[in-house]
């Protein structure tokens, strides 16, 4: 295969030892050389293709540490009730009557992104959505994924009464007389749309059941998205049979869009260890990494279990998916059988739960265990210290902070929400924090998450922790290089250097130039995926 040459770019290699230069050159699926113009344009050949990048800033292609990609996938073809798109019921109701006189009746319509905390009226009900259809069921998702509101053919369909009781885990919302409001939190969602495995008590189960051509297709159609914003690498932090039954149907195809790695959640733990299998294992286009475990549940849901209980009224005091005992039990047994960990973790009382359960694995297993924790919301200046001496890698989502960060203010108070994702102080203290989207929750594009690192501000223009704003350099080392770290594959990607996979993402700016203000709206201009171009603007 002829090279393909990128040059006069500003290149960003994530290599200590020529962190800048000038060109690189990719040849069958790998880097064939990165530094001055002239040196990699000899090393390419003559018949090499050239792309001048016109000063562009080129970067090893975003690994995205923490992005459900198939959940994605489903979002991108749903109704979009995201803020501030929709921000408020007379929004969502003119969203879905849009959807409604599209779709044939009896078809359900889903939604995601709902953001009720915003809404001038308050949360929705069935009643307001059934102003949109009484012809199709509906079902919207709050943002974080875990409560949704439907629509009275939605209850209907499933026959779901007034007579109906609660699940282990879960709720149908009453009002003061004690009838159904449409509102489904956590377990009581399985109710509605069943999903496509049984995942107990060990996670939200978002795992719908769809058909596999369906999921497919709309895996397919979400490539562009990825690849327009520069992302070449997910992990997947919950998959079950489900994602991975279409992740390897996607593959085989050639219809993946990104490498993947999945993270199977602890329901499986046993089964796996039945058959002796733990990651890593699969290959660079898709494989399996660490396991992944719940400690509590959402900020925004109000489930994160903090010590002491927030809210206007402090009427939050969160939840825990394990008791501490239970949790440390799954987490070492993991770790022994050769796991990587990653257990989700927003509280200051859920983090104790869980450097509990961290200290035991790496105890039992050693440095390997490299223990990750997803969003790391709260954790106390200790607890920070602690991860030090753990090896913790924060997996952050900034973007939570400009999505929500006006919300946390007020419920968690500014001393609280101020040190929310307290990454200058895992630097300072010697951690690699990395940055993550948590899409389909948020938006999946690394240049917004690197901005909202950067900036630490709120969606309304306040401060939220700006004592713990990144530089752009530690930020877009954090979605890359250190992200490849945290998901097990930092000799192959997540750096340009010689022999690494030939990931490259060039930026539609130079950021030698490009202001602080500017980065939100930065995409890609070209984005090479195992040496081939897989998108150009
Ligand atoms: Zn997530």
């Known amino acids: 295969m002829t090279a393909l040459v990128i040059t006069n770019a500003d290149v960003r290699t994530m290599d200590p030892g020529r962190p800048r230069a000038e060109a690189v050159a990719v040849r069958d699926g790998r880097v064939l050389a990165v530094g001055r113009a002239a040196d990699v344009a000899a090393a390419a050949g003559p018949d090499a293709r050239s792309v001048d990048a016109g000063g562009r800033t080129v970067l090893p292609g975003f690994i995205d540490p923490h992005n459900h990609l198939l959940s994605t996938a489903e979002s991108l073809a749903s109704v979009d009730a995201r803020y501030p798109g929709v921000a408020g019921g007379a929004d969502l109701v003119a969203r879905i009557a849009a959807e409604a006189a599209r779709t044939p009746a009896g078809q359900w319509i889903r939604a995601f992104g709902m953001d009720d905390a915003k809404y001038p009226g308050g949360r929705p009900t069935r009643r307001l959505l059934d102003e949109a259809t009484t012809a199709h069921p509906v079902i919207v998702y709050h943002v974080s994924g875990h409560h949704a509101v439907v629509n009275s053919a939605a209850l209907r ?76 690498t997910v992990c997947d932090p919950q998959v079950s049979a489900r994602e991975l039954r279409v992740y390897r149907a996607a593959r085989a195809a050639g219809t993946l869009p990104v490498r993947t790695v999945g993270m199977p959640l602890s329901h499986d733990l046993d089964r796996l260890t039945a058959i002796g299998l733990a990651g890593p294992f699969g290959d660079d286009r898709l494989r399996i990494g660490a396991m992944k475990f ?143 989207s948590d899409s389909f929750v948020s938006s999946l594009r690394p240049m917004e998450t690197v901005a909202n690192a950067v900036l630490r501000r709120t969606r309304e223009g306040g401060e939220i922790g700006a004592a713990q704003a990144m530089t752009v350099d530690e930020a877009l080392r954090a979605h890359t290089a250190d992200a490849a770290y945290a998901v097990g594959l930092e000799d192959r990607i997540g750096t340009l250097a010689p022999g690494y996979l030939a990931d490259v993402t060039v930026l539609d700016a130079d950021l030698r130039v490009t202001g602080r203000d500017e980065l939100r709206g930065v995409d890609a201009w070209l984005t090479v995926l195992d040496g081939r171009v897989a998108f150009a603007a």
């Open 157 to 232: 369909r499933r026959g779901i009464g007034e007579d109906v009781t609660d699940p282990a885990g879960g709720a149908f919302v009453r009002d003061e007389a004690g009838r159904l409001t449409g509102m489904v939190l956590d377990a009581a969602m399985e109710r509605l749309l069943p999903v496509a495995v049984d995942i107990g008590c060990h996670g939200p189960n978002f795992h719908t059941d769809l058909p596999r051509e369906q999921l497919l297709g709309w895996l397919e159609a979400a490539g562009p998205a990825y690849l327009s914003a520069g992302v070449t």
């Open 294 to 436: 719940y400690s509590d549940g959402t900020l925004l849901g109000g489930t994160a279990l903090f010590g002491t209980p927030y809210g206007e009224h402090g009427e939050f005091t969160g939840s825990s998916y394990h008791d501490p005992e239970r949790l440390t039990d799954l987490v070492r047994r993991a770790a022994e059988q050769g796991w990587q960990v990653a257990i989700h973790t927003q509280g200051d009382r859920a983090m104790a739960h869980t450097l509990a359960a961290i200290r035991a694995a790496v105890k039992a297993a050693g440095d390997g265990v490299r223990p990750r924790v997803e969003h790391c919301g709260y954790p106390t200046p200790a607890q920070v210290r602690e991860f030090a001496d753990l090896g913790v890698i924060p997996v952050n989502q900034p973007n939570f902070l400009y999505d929500s960060g006006t919300d946390f203010l007020r419920r968690l108070g500014a001393e609280r929400a101020h040190r929310l994702q307290p990454i200058r102080e895992e630097l300072e203290t010697g951690l690699r924090p990395v940055l993550s």
